[in-house]
């Protein structure tokens, strides 16, 4: 089929249905989910995937690797969420990738939720990435109800692409082998930009152990892990180099017992 003619069915589908792409789109900003909040995820998760399911995909909840020895962290966060056309053995064909987690902590979608002023909708999350789920889902259920797509369908839905996707990555290295094609639907830039890549990234968990001592009495005798945790920091930020794009963050510190030692 010609894609004009593509573009006028889709088009003539999807333009009544923008309400109902609204109301789905205050949903799910409603709902937190920020990376770590595995419960709030797996909800969202839970959300897509029921729609999904009322459209005549078959849906899974994807069980988790093993987590690396030195990172078992990654066993907390929430699952990789998957629906089909065509059942979970046939081949992953067309390919619609998008991640649930956002930046936002637990309680952000209650303190500033969904609103629409103008022609601007705000809330956590609903750029990056929620507009993608829900563009995703109706796209998806569009090609398959008007019968433009001949080979199987996936959509793949990350819990944790916010901090690189280190868990839902080899989920997504288990089942997409093969595929066809891959749409991510990450948010573009103003006048109408499309992303068609992103940086690569890495993380390290740094642990510094000190030694006690009173800071008034002993102060000699004592070796302070923050001190040091900050000398660190400053080093590694060195690495910093903007004229390549290469970027360092230090995102997290926590440590200490008390003011006084």
Same mark, same amino acid.
């Given at each position: 089929?010609?894609?004009?003619?593509?573009?006028?069915?889709?088009?003539?589908?999807?333009?009544?249905?923008?309400?109902?792409?609204?109301?789905?789109?205050?949903?799910?900003?409603?709902?937190?989910?920020?990376?770590?909040?595995?419960?709030?995820?797996?909800?969202?998760?839970?959300?897509?995937?029921?729609?999904?399911?009322?459209?005549?995909?078959?849906?899974?909840?994807?069980?988790?690797?093993?987590?690396?020895?030195?990172?078992?962290?990654?066993?907390?966060?929430?699952?990789?969420?998957?629906?089909?056309?065509?059942?979970?053995?046939?081949?992953?064909?067309?390919?619609?990738?998008?991640?649930?987690?956002?930046?936002?902590?637990?309680?952000?979608?209650?303190?500033?939720?969904?609103?629409?002023?103008?022609?601007?909708?705000?809330?956590?999350?609903?750029?990056?990435?929620?507009?993608?789920?829900?563009?995703?889902?109706?796209?998806?259920?569009?090609?398959?109800?008007?019968?433009?797509?001949?080979?199987?369908?996936?959509?793949?839905?990350?819990?944790?692409?916010?901090?690189?996707?280190?868990?839902?990555?080899?989920?997504?290295?288990?089942?997409?082998?093969?595929?066809?094609? @891959? /749409?991510?639907?990450?948010?573009?830039?103003?006048? &109408? #930009?499309?992303?068609?890549?992103?940086?690569? =990234? !890495?993380?390290?968990?740094?642990?510094?152990?000190?030694?006690?001592?009173?800071?008034?009495?002993?102060?000699?005798?004592?070796?302070?892990?923050?001190?040091?945790?900050?000398?660190?920091?400053? @080093? /590694?930020?060195?690495?910093?180099?903007?004229?390549? &794009? #290469?970027?360092?963050?230090?995102?997290?510190? =926590? !440590?200490?017992?008390?003011?006084?030692?």
């Amino acid at each position: 089929m010609d894609l004009t003619l593509w573009k006028d069915k889709l088009d003539a589908y999807l333009d009544p249905q923008e309400g109902d792409m609204l109301r789905l789109l205050e949903r799910i900003v409603n709902m937190d989910s920020f990376t770590t909040d595995a419960q709030g995820v797996d909800q969202l998760g839970t959300v897509l995937t029921d729609w999904l399911r009322e459209a005549g995909f078959q849906t899974f909840m994807m069980p988790k690797t093993e987590a690396p020895a030195d990172e078992p962290w990654q066993a907390d966060l929430g699952h990789v969420f998957m629906a089909k056309t065509h059942g979970r053995e046939a081949e992953p064909g067309i390919v619609f990738l998008g991640h649930m987690d956002t930046v936002f902590p637990k309680g952000t979608a209650q303190a500033r939720p969904f609103k629409i002023e103008g022609d601007r909708a705000t809330g956590p999350g609903v750029a990056d990435m929620k507009a993608g789920l829900v563009a995703n889902l109706f796209a998806a259920r569009a090609l398959k109800r008007l019968g433009l797509i001949d080979c199987p369908m996936t959509l793949m839905f990350s819990p944790d692409e916010e901090l690189g996707s280190p868990s839902a990555s080899r989920t997504l290295a288990q089942v997409l082998p093969g595929a066809r094609a @891959a /749409i991510n639907s990450e948010p573009g830039g103003p006048g &109408g #930009l499309v992303t068609v890549s992103r940086k690569g =990234s !890495g993380h390290m968990f740094l642990k510094v152990q000190g030694k006690a001592s009173h800071a008034g009495r002993c102060y000699a005798d004592g070796a302070s892990a923050i001190l040091e945790i900050a000398h660190k920091t400053l @080093a /590694i930020d060195t690495f910093l180099d903007l004229d390549r &794009g #290469l970027t360092v963050n230090t995102g997290l510190i =926590s !440590g200490g017992v008390s003011a006084n030692s």
